[in-house]
């Protein structure tokens, strides 16, 4: 199974529109995606994952159809026929939450016909109290998906940036079947040591691949940590990405969870 992890770098939304950013994006999964059974994009790529101020006006409805911001990237799934994680968009909708708000951070998997396959709206929301908490709800459904492309896709867990930091969410994906978690993020700099060892711990406790795709360049004021990487359920780190905009390629063999589960069969050890 060929992976594409597409690091991408923006600056502030001001100097490049979120129709520009989109085409722009749509632009490099049809040029680094091609020839990939699964191309994975960062979370908030068009909202902007600090630019917290412009959330709500750049929210988008996934109710009838696509929104602006991802259509031209289900167009370019479509040309390479390719599953794309389009990492995640603030959703609108029109029913409140059970906290009054009508945002949500939500993922989208796009199948390589375009249509969407799955969504999964953030359960942990990051602010203290601030941005993510106070202006979006949080969701509270797990999802794990069976991509519908390669034959030997492994189910995929899907979770979002700061989720990382709870690693009962992951083992929640694993009693759902979950082999393969898929993790977009807008994570900073200054933290970037923590989001590198929590995804290894991810990878090893729960003896699944992770697949992680952060942003780089500054954003909202604040410098994203890039390292970007994919890990497989030995912890081992087959690619990481540096600080810059920059395509992880790799191969991942999907038998090998299995040979891990089997050859050192910890996750039967545990005591619940
Ligand atoms: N967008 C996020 O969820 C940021 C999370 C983060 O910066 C951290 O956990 O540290």
């Excluded at 029109?94 to 796009?110: I, K």
């Excluded at 969407?116 to 202006?135: C, D, I, Q, S, W």
Aim: with cysteine; net charge negative; hydrophobic share 45%.
């Amino acid at each position: 199974m060929r992976v594409a992890v597409l690091q991408l770098a923006y600056g502030e939304g001001a100097e490049e529109p979120v129709a520009e950013r989109a085409d722009r994006v749509a632009e490099l999964v049809r040029t680094s995606g091609a020839g990939h059974d699964l191309v994975v994009l960062p979370e908030l790529w068009s909202a902007g994952g600090f630019a917290v101020r412009d959330w709500e006006e750049r929210s988008q409805s996934l109710t009838f159809s696509l929104p602006p911001a991802l259509a031209p990237v289900a167009q370019a799934a479509q040309e390479i026929g390719a599953v794309v994680h389009a990492g995640s968009v603030v959703e609108r909708t029109g029913e409140p939450g059970p906290d009054g708000r009508h945002l949500w951070n939500t993922s989208v998997v796009l199948g390589p016909d375009g249509k969407v396959v799955a969504t999964y709206r953030k359960v942990h929301r990051f602010g203290f109290g601030g941005g993510e908490p106070r202006l979006m709800e949080a969701g509270t459904e797990l999802v794990v998906v069976d991509l519908p492309a390669p034959a030997d896709a492994l189910p995929a867990g899907l979770s979002t940036c700061y989720d990382l930091r709870f690693p009962e969410l992951y083992r929640g994906l694993v009693e759902l079947g979950a082999q393969l978690f898929l993790v977009p993020a807008a994570w900073p700099a200054p933290r970037v040591e923590a989001w590198r060892l929590l995804l290894r711990a991810r990878a090893i406790e729960d003896q699944c691949f992770v697949v992680a795709c952060n942003t780089a360049g500054t954003h909202a004021g604040l410098r994203m940590g890039g390292r970007s990487a994919v890990i497989d359920p030995w912890g081992r780190v087959l690619a990481e990405a540096g600080t810059e905009q920059e395509v992880l390629s790799v191969e991942i063999d999907p038998g090998l969870v299995a040979t891990a589960r089997t050859d050192f069969p910890v996750l039967a050890d545990r005591r619940l």
